[in-house]
Nanobody, 120 residues
């Protein structure tokens, strides 16, 4: 029904940059939002950023000024540009499609995740 394919993860040194991509396909017309979460080993999944089809954007405080979310509606693709990476950013990063009602971001489908490892 809905498929999400993520790419762009890898190993980088502290201070480096990485750009993640996620392509959505299938019956996604009913969803107005895409975004990113991450999960570090032994920790709960953490919301990072969301963006609507109308380009409303939200970030968690810990990544403001370092990460930038964007999307290409024609390609059904969401991106996460990550700069000034630190070892605390090491995690599996997941993209989603879902809904934003003006207050809450609600994921409906998730990608498989892509590993980001930041060395010191």
């Amino acid at each position: 029904q809905v498929q999400l394919v993520e790419s762009g993860g890898g190993l980088v040194q502290a201070g480096g940059s990485l750009r993640l991509s996620c392509v959505a396909s299938g019956s996604i017309f009913r969803f107005n939002a895409m975004g990113w979460h991450r999960q570090a080993p032994g920790k709960e999944r953490e919301m990072l950023a969301g963006i609507t089809s109308g380009f409303t954007i939200s970030y968690v405080d810990s990544v403001k000024g370092r990460f930038t979310i964007s999307r290409d509606n024609a390609k059904n693709t969401v991106y996460l540009q990550m700069n000034s990476l630190t070892p605390e950013d090491t995690a599996v990063y997941y993209c989603y499609v879902g809904a934003f009602d003006g207050r809450r971001w609600t994921p409906a489908y998730w990608g498989q995740g892509t590993q980001v490892t930041v060395s010191s």
